[in-house]
């Protein structure tokens, strides 16, 4: 079965960065993409980015560009944020992408990881 | 900031029908890019609902339906159940941001 794997919650200062991953399995990693999805406490859904697992190329949402990266190796894909603020405190979420009529749908969701930023 | 804007909440008593908007504009919804929407009960992450505007993938209670006109998008729940209380989230395509948008979120409450 389809199963996407978080690393574990994270402490982090402002201005400090971090790496979440999210391990893939019960699929080819390279036949669907990778979109990381973020959820401040209380609040909706934010989309940060996707990569395609095949070739590694990445788009990012307009107002994290130049603040996060999005890599994969043989089954994982990583998510790194820098300068961190406390506004980026959230749980985020690694998805499964599946191209679908010009747009994509996130049909299998890792478990999420909790990013605090405090001082 | 989400551009897809949904109710903060709707309730209804068990076996009652409850629907869900989704207003976007011309960039998205309205641009006939297709809306899917996802379930989050407490504590979890999302699970795909609804997609393609009104196709419940396999395992999905045909109580949930969706539909979409102009520039915006319904999730319909019909003989609502105390299961069903969680958040509701849309999500579609912008071609002006260049970027995928989820709603702003609908807790449903189950009386």
């Known amino acids: 079965q389809v199963q996407l794997v978080q690393s574990g919650a994270e402490v982090r200062k402002p201005g400090a960065s971090v790496k979440v991953s999210c391990k893939a399995s019960?699929?080819?990693?390279?036949?669907?993409?990778i979109t990381w999805v973020r959820q401040a406490p209380g609040q909706g859904l934010e989309w940060m980015g996707w990569i395609t697992t095949y070739n590694g190329n990445a788009n990012y949402a307009q107002n994290l560009q130049g603040r996060v990266t999005m890599t994969t190796d043989t089954s994982t894909a990583y998510m790194e944020l820098r300068s961190l603020r406390s506004d980026d405190t959230a749980v985020y979420f690694c998805?499964?992408?599946?191209?679908?009529?010009?747009?994509?749908?996130?049909?299998?969701w890792g478990q999420g990881t909790l990013v605090s930023v405090s001082s | 900031q989400s551009v897809l804007t949904q109710p903060t909440s709707v309730s209804g008593a068990p076996g009652q029908r409850v629907t869900i908007s989704c207003t976007g504009t011309?960039?998205?919804?309205?641009?006939?890019?297709?809306v899917h929407w996802y379930q989050q009960l407490p504590g979890a992450a999302p699970t795909l609902l609804i997609y393609?505007?009104?196709i419940r993938p396999s395992g999905v209670p045909d109580r949930f339906s969706g539909s979409n006109s102009g520039t915006s998008a319904s999730l319909a729940i019909t003989g609502l159940q105390a299961e069903d209380e969680a958040d509701y989230h849309c999500?579609?395509?912008?071609?002006?941001?260049?970027?995928?948008?989820f709603g702003t979120g609908t807790k449903v409450t189950v009386l």
């Open positions: 019960g699929y080819t990693f390279t036949k669907y993409g």
């Open positions: 393609g505007n009104n």
């Open positions: 998805a499964r992408g599946r191209s679908y009529n010009l747009n994509l749908l996130f049909d299998f």
């Open positions: 011309s960039s998205n919804i309205g641009a006939g890019y297709d």
């Open positions: 999500q579609s395509y912008d071609n002006s941001l260049s970027g995928y948008v």
